[in-house]
């Protein structure tokens, strides 16, 4: 069957290619063909012109933040931030958990046939590191700054990584773009290749690349190893990224990685100077050190992060999990206060299990949470456990000293911190959802995943909350507001 290229319907889909393609002005013109009237009546689903270019303005604008991914020497952070709005890119995604729907899906036909995000990159390149490669800085990133954000090669809903190879294959037979860039990811043999962020562009010239057959140079069990690598396991699916695949693991990362819907993003959790490695962490790393090795285990490398090359040194019972509170409080009097604040972000597991048998509004829990925070801080800032447990500090610490004490508003300044530096600046009118989405998370008794993820498929733990959680107020300076509620 031939598509009339003529078609209403087959217009709006190239205008939407060429928008993915970052060719937002012959997008327009090709919107400007189309007869919408036509196009109500043939298409199956409505489409809203309107709503098309409004998403149009917003993609070009987070695009230009650094040329997109043609070279990723961007501007300032503060620009950064305001292009990468709070609202276009969660704003859907509260939405979605407001009508109890999956944020991975669009809300409308429009948006489906849309990409959710641009591929940008601010402020970064690769270069070589002592792990291959790596992403370095080329200004300098403070925390909140969004580093790179782009849409899966491929994913997949089983995370196992396996459905993703067959998936890759038939994607690669149609398209150069993913031939190129599986042919530069690492396959464990080709660390050191050397590659530039506009290879992974989809604006890059393929031409090399094209062959009779259409066919991938790249065997079955090539492809298997660049999934085993480069894949990320992510609630209850599995993705293959490009340019983030570029992002090596540590333990103390400088970077996190959230999935928002089919996206990810990548911002800096800490200052970091140009020339600086971004590093993200690949899994849970608030864990002790020998589990922590054997997940590196499986992408075949052995971590030599900072925390790593401290913890590899210490006594067994303090490599493994089992040990109590205070054992570890006993042996961190010995160490200098970042060594001591690794070791109880080791063991994280059982500080949690200490706090959750003790009364919220108590002095032992409050400074037990106190501790934790701070080595969360120092260890794997703005990760969502770290947004979590500041939120029921602050709600705790309101309960019990009231909404204007100074260590309620204290409280409050930190809990607003940690979440503009996972999900950068939040304007007041979003403070709300936000905080109650993260309310919901640390109540739930069964899922308490974070609202901009797709669906998970696996039941996790919730973190304890104090009992007067529903009069929470709003920790955030720019709302103006200390005492309004989540009601």
Partial sequence: MVMDLEHPRAKAVKAAALVGLQRFSEAREVLDEINWKDLLVAAETYLDRTEFLQRCKVLERQSETSESMADGHGDDGDRSLD?????????????????????????????????????????????????GRGLFATGPTKAGDVILCGLPLARCLNASGEPLVPALRQAAELSPH?????????????DTKAV??????????????????????????????????????LFGSSALFGATSMANHSCCP??????????????ANR???????????????LKPFQQRQKRTQSWSFQCECPRCNFERSLPSHLQESGTTVDVVESETVTFPELEAQWLRASHFSVYMKELEELFPLSQEAKQLRRTMLKAMEVTDPASFTHTKLSFLDWLATKSLKGPQDSETL??????DW?????????????????LKCT?????????????????????RPALSSPSSASSAAVPSESAKSATMLLD
């Avoid at 109890?100 to 591929?119: G, S, Y």
């Avoid at 562009?201 to 999934?227: F, K, N």
């Avoid at 899922?447 to 696996?458: A, D, I, Q, T």
């Fill in 83 to 131: 292009r990468f709005r709070f609202s276009d890119v969660f704003g859907s995604m509260l939405q979605a958990r407001e009508k109890k729907r999956d944020p991975a899906m669009p809300m409308t036909p429009t948006a489906a046939l849309l990409p959710p995000v641009p591929e940008a990159a601010a402020n970064v390149e690769v270069r070589s590191s002592s792990s």
């Fill in 178 to 190: 993913v031939r190129r860039v599986l042919s530069l990811l690492s396959d464990g043999t080709n």
């Fill in 196 to 233: 530039s962020l506009k290879d992974f562009s989809w604006r890059h010239d393929i031409s090399p690349l094209r062959t009779e057959t259409g066919m991938m140079p790249m065997s079955e069990e090539q492809l298997a190893q660049v999934v085993r690598i480069n894949s990320f396991d």
């Fill in 254 to 267: 400088s970077a996190s990685s959230m999935s928002v819907g089919n996206a990810i993003f990548v911002r």
């Fill in 271 to 285: 200052p970091s100077p140009p020339g600086g490695e971004i590093q993200i962490s690949y899994f849970d790393v």
């Fill in 410 to 415: 204290q409280a409050m300044r930190y809990c």
């Fill in 418 to 434: 940690v979440h503009q530096a996972r999900y950068g600046k939040v304007p007041g009118k979003e403070l709300v959802p936000l």
């Fill in 439 to 459: 309310q919901q998370a640390t109540e739930s008794t069964g899922v308490g995943e974070e609202f901009c993820n797709p669906w998970m498929k696996v039941a």
